[in-house]
């Protein structure tokens, strides 16, 4: 991906053993001038029921860490 543009982070949330969110990053994607996305993962989310499930979330400064997955809440649920 080249330059400019409005970069975010590809993301996946998941649930451990005893039920805490964790997050997983994917990879990145940049918005086009159109309003799309091009999307490069790095790594493939599991299948839930035959889907593939990630959000594309602004870009962050700190890490993904399970106490950050809280912020995410709304992309949860």
């Known amino acids: ?3 400019g543009g409005t970069y975010f982070d ?4 998941r649930y451990s ?6 997050v997983i ?5 940049k918005q086009r001038d159109d309003g799309s996305f091009s999307v490069h993962l790095d790594a493939t989310p599991a299948p839930i029921d035959g889907q593939y499930h990630f959000s594309i979330v602004p870009q962050r400064e700190r890490g993904y860490h399970g106490k950050d997955a ?3 809440r709304e992309e949860l649920e």
Do not use: H
């Open 1 to 3: 991906m080249g330059n």
């Open 17 to 22: 053993r005893n039920g805490n969110p964790f």
């Open 25 to 29: 990053k994917l990879g990145v994607a």
């Open 70 to 72: 809280d912020d995410y």
């Open 10 to 13: 590809a993301l996946a949330f």
